[in-house]
């Protein structure tokens, strides 16, 4: 059975507020926006995932309310250990995945999704493009054939990378 693993990095926040934490900034306006495109080629690209695990950090939910009608209906879980961890971190949590779930989405933070993203992809222009930068509000999809447990590095290939300004 292929797996899909969706990265979403939080869309782009707002820095207006000085008081504000950074686990407590919200998007800017250019961040909704960003969403909304990307919201719209996920409807267009019926990309359903099963499950979704978001940050609990303001800007990674206001991100996922931002395409949740575009998701079908998923089940959503927002976690605390999801926020500013590192890419085995977050490899280490797709591992505990239940092999019933065929599609996940995470919605999180860079350096963290990046990280991921280089461990788990085989080389491609994709994967240096990832290399290069993962842009607020961008989304990139793995495809693996590994069970969750087994997820190693250089098991997925990058199927979709989009970003919010290319569409």
């Given at each position: 059975m292929s797996r899909r693993i969706h990265l979403v990095r939080h869309a782009k926040s707002s820095w207006h507020d000085s008081?504000?934490?950074?686990?407590?900034?919200?998007?800017?306006?250019?961040?909704?926006?960003?969403?909304?495109?990307?919201?719209?080629?996920?409807?267009?690209?019926?990309?359903r995932p099963e499950l979704v695990l978001c940050s609990s950090a303001a800007r990674a939910q206001e991100t996922l309310a931002g395409v949740r009608d575009?998701?079908?209906?998923?089940?959503?879980e927002i976690e605390d250990g999801l926020y500013?961890?590192?890419?085995?971190?977050?490899?280490?949590?797709?591992?505990?995945?239940?092999?019933?779930?065929?599609?996940?989405?995470?919605?999180?933070?860079?350096?963290?999704l990046a990280d991921l993203c280089l461990m788990l992809a085989q080389p491609s222009p994709e994967r240096d493009r990832v290399s290069e930068k993962l842009p607020t509000g961008a989304l990139?999809?793995?495809?693996?054939?590994?069970?969750?447990?087994?997820?190693?590095?250089?098991?997925?290939?990058?199927?979709?990378f989009m970003i919010p300004r290319e569409l």
């Open positions: 008081t504000l934490g950074d686990f407590e900034r919200p998007l800017a306006p250019r961040g909704v926006k960003g969403a909304a495109r990307i919201a719209q080629w996920i409807r267009e690209s019926d990309v575009a998701l079908g209906s998923p089940r959503i500013a961890v590192s890419g085995d971190s977050l490899a280490a949590r797709l591992r505990r995945l239940s092999d019933d779930v065929g599609d996940v989405m995470l919605v999180g933070h860079n350096p963290g990139v999809t793995l495809e693996t054939d590994s069970h969750w447990i087994a997820l190693d590095p250089e098991c997925a290939v990058i199927v979709h």
